[in-house]
């Protein structure tokens, strides 16, 4: 394949995508809107899945650098009610397929897989326009522009690359989380370390629920999920932390001390995550040189599957490409009808667990069900 990709993003599916071109020696350049790999906090722990994350990181040739970051014990899960009391309990033997990493180190070994110079940091996407012949130009915030012989958009929920082949936005789900973080929780929150455990941590109920990791530095995240109107969390000045922390505190009255502290007693200030998707089964028609992965094409509310989507979506793609070196339009034909497939798939999934947040069933005991197995 002679013509080098473009890339827009470098979120995990963007640079598996650049990794698995490279181990197949096409040329590929990811323009990414930060100005560099540090510039912002990667996000919390990622559970890498043996049936698709996985399979990237093979495609990649990662996988001994992916077992080197992953996070002894994290696999464990408990279920709690909303007095704190454990009702379903999975220890980690080491033997489960979804071991956990921290995004920032999963991040960081792609990139040090990359050639230097591979993405080129601080290039925002201002617009993109189809210049004819299966060629579209990018131009940055900055005024610069490149042309693209073949364009990726990998660029996440708001992508700048969609609207090429698609008029689909995403729409709010009609749930919000809040994010919270305590550090030395063994010695500093006792009490709340211990009702997390050592994995992750579920109380659900109808309407809220506070969802909780134990990651690496002993260090709490929680995701605290309310289902409210976008007017409601507008209301909120989370520019004052204190004022923030106690409405959203004031959601789970009653609640065990031990869990409303993952709100309460966060040592920093709450940040708030307004829950978007694209429709469940969004597709297009193909349109030469250009494609979407990852959240920009199929954005789905938090279901433990994105990243790992993302990523697969970046491999698959990289391995059509070089298995189709002379027909590009071939290439991605193959990728799109395998990726919409799948994504159909995880979408009849998810309506068929119906579980939300804001259903009846986001309760401990149809949580239990779902995980068990049981009525099935």
Do not use: C
């Amino acid at each position: 394949m002679n013509t080098p990709v473009t890339i827009i993003g470098a979120g995990l599916g963007g640079l598996t995508l650049a990794r698995v071109l490279h181990v197949h020696g096409i040329p590929a350049t990811v323009y990414e809107a930060e100005s560099s790999p540090a510039a912002r906090t990667q996000g919390g722990m990622l559970d890498i899945h043996d049936y698709n994350g996985q399979l990237a990181l093979e495609a990649a040739g990662l996988m001994d650098e992916f077992r080197a970051i992953v996070l002894e014990g994290r696999q464990a899960m408990r279920i709690l009610d909303q007095d704190g009391n454990v009702l379903f309990e999975e220890a980690d033997d080491g033997t489960g397929g979804r071991p956990e990493a921290m995004r920032g180190e999963l991040r960081r070994i792609l990139l040090d897989s990359l050639p230097a110079g591979t993405v080129r940091w601080g290039h925002k996407v201002g617009g993109v326009r189809s210049v004819g012949e299966g060629r579209h130009e990018v131009t940055f915030a900055d005024g610069g522009t490149v042309e693209a012989g073949l364009l990726v958009g990998a660029d996440g929920a708001w992508s700048r690359v969609r609207p090429l082949l698609s008029d689909a936005v995403p729409e709010y789900v009609g749930t919000s989380v809040v994010e919270t973080w305590l550090f030395d929780a063994d010695t500093r929150h006792p009490a709340t370390a211990k009702a997390v455990g050592g994995g992750s941590m579920m109380a659900p109920t109808p309407g809220r629920e506070i969802f909780a990791h134990r990651e690496s530095g002993d260090t709490l995240h929680a995701y605290v999920a309310l289902s409210r109107p976008l007017d409601w969390f507008a209301a909120i000045d989370f520019t004052d932390a204190a004022a923030a922390t106690a409405r959203i505190a004031a959601e789970f009255d009653g609640w065990a001390p031990e869990l409303t502290a993952l709100i309460t007693d966060g040592d920093t200030a709450p940040v708030l995550r307004r829950l978007h998707a694209l429709p469940a089964e969004h597709r297009w028609d193909r349109v030469p040189g250009v494609t979407l992965l990852g959240d920009a094409a199929h954005l789905q509310a938090p279901n433990g599957e994105g990243a790992n989507l993302a990523m697969l979506d970046g491999a698959e793609l990289g391995q059509a490409l070089a298995a189709h070196p002379d027909d590009t339009e071939a290439a991605l034909t193959e990728y799109e009808r395998a990726m919409f497939s799948r994504n159909a798939e995880v979408a009849a999934l998810d309506a068929a667990h119906g579980y939300r947040i804001d259903s009846e069933h986001n309760t401990a005991h149809d949580l239990i069900k779902l995980f068990t197995g049981e009525g099935e």
